[in-house]
């Protein structure tokens, strides 16, 4: 007997245009993840444009006005790292005509194939997965179009989940360096995680927040207490892998710009030349700060390959609520009270991507859907 099914909701398609039509959910099964392809196909350049999880613009999923997930798809990826605890299966590769894959997944349970948090299908007759898509100038390298597949994990067998894990942007702050930006987090749905996201190329995200306050009211507590940004990171970082990556690229004796995932401590492990002959070719990458870093070589014309690990995977920084397999431990507001969020601008913050990013719980037993 088979109780659990992977599935394919679209095959895999070229897309040669921006923004393709929605996708209609046809499922009538328990969902625990869904997963999105993308195949980012790159033109002829020497820097890239961006990262190519930067295509996909947007990702949500809807029945009617009922929004089940609304991230992009930098942010979709980050939460997953921290999700899961593993770096994403991507593929990175800025060469001409060669493809980077993309890996977008949208958890619905703490764990794959997790019983008491699924998504339930049959509750979502009309539901749509609608990709905002920019096939070219956002991510990749001179980028001419891609490929995309959308998959489901489903459960082969009747389950009564509580409900699922919901994901959104709840908010874009623009804050000036020394001023404060205020957020009241929502309090209809237990909150598992607060993502911060932070990013700037050649900035480290601790310099574009410098400080993090969360307090509640009703009755008062001190969640954060004015902790650096940097702090936060670190203290973060320690209960996470490093995030680790390979990436392919062209490189010349000009110095050259390529996007990776890290956005904090980054560094570069192992870079040399890749291609079906020897050549003595001094490879060398610096920076890497805010996710783009510069490569530049003794000799000209040779691809390379080079091995990066840093924190902070697409700027965002983790903030788990208590025991993240217990749903009794997570932080539910109290009724009549309220809870907020203070980020405190830095140095860099002007022109900086500044997001709050929300992981809590829909339950179906309070009509949540």
Not at 247 to 266: F, Q, R
Request: charged fraction near 20%.
């Amino acid at each position: 007997m088979i109780n659990y099914l992977p599935t394919v909701i679209k095959k895999r398609v070229a897309i040669a245009a921006d923004d393709p039509d929605p996708i209609e959910i046809n499922l009538k099964n328990a969902v625990s993840k869904m997963q999105i392809v993308y195949e980012c196909t790159n033109g002829n350049a020497a820097s890239s444009d961006g990262h190519p999880a930067k295509c996909l613009t947007s990702i949500s999923l809807d029945e009617g006005s009922t929004n089940c997930f609304s991230l992009n798809g930098q942010q979709t990826q980050a939460v997953d790292f921290y999700h899961n605890r593993r770096a994403i299966a991507n593929k990175i590769r800025y060469l001409n005509g060669n493809a980077s894959n993309m890996i977008f997944d949208i958890n619905f349970g703490r764990y794959l194939y997790d019983p008491e948090l699924a998504w339930q299908a049959n509750l979502y007759q009309n539901a749509e997965l609608t990709l905002g898509i920019d096939i070219s100038g956002a991510g990749g390298a001179a980028a001419t179009g891609g490929y995309l597949t959308v998959l489901a994990w489903l459960f082969d067998k009747p389950i009564n989940p509580k409900g699922y894990l919901y994901h959104e942007a709840k908010k874009h702050v623009t804050v000036a360096a020394t001023a404060s930006n205020y957020t009241k987090l929502p309090t209809d749905y237990p909150i598992r995680k607060l993502l911060l996201q932070a990013q700037k190329y050649e900035s480290q995200p601790g310099s574009i927040i410098d400080t993090v306050d969360l307090k509640q009211e009703g009755p008062e507590k001190k969640i954060i207490d004015g902790m650096s940004f940097t702090e936060l990171i670190r203290l973060m970082g320690a209960e996470y892998p490093l995030y680790q990556e390979v990436v392919i690229a062209p490189g010349t004796t000009v110095a050259t710009t390529h996007h990776i995932t890290p956005t904090s401590d980054v560094r570069f492990l192992g870079a040399c030349s890749w291609r079906d002959a020897s050549a003595v070719t001094g490879v060398s990458c610096y920076q890497g700060a805010g996710g783009r870093y510069t490569e530049i070589q003794s000799n000209a014309g040779p691809n390379y390959s080079v091995g990066v690990e840093g924190q902070a995977p697409h700027g965002v920084v983790d903030i788990p609520f208590g025991d993240q397999l217990d749903m009794n431990e997570w932080y539910t507001i109290p009724p009549n009270g309220n809870c907020q969020l203070t980020l405190k601008g830095g140095a860099a913050a002007a022109d900086s991507d500044i997001n709050i990013l929300l992981q809590t719980v829909k339950q179906y037993a309070r009509g949540q859907k």
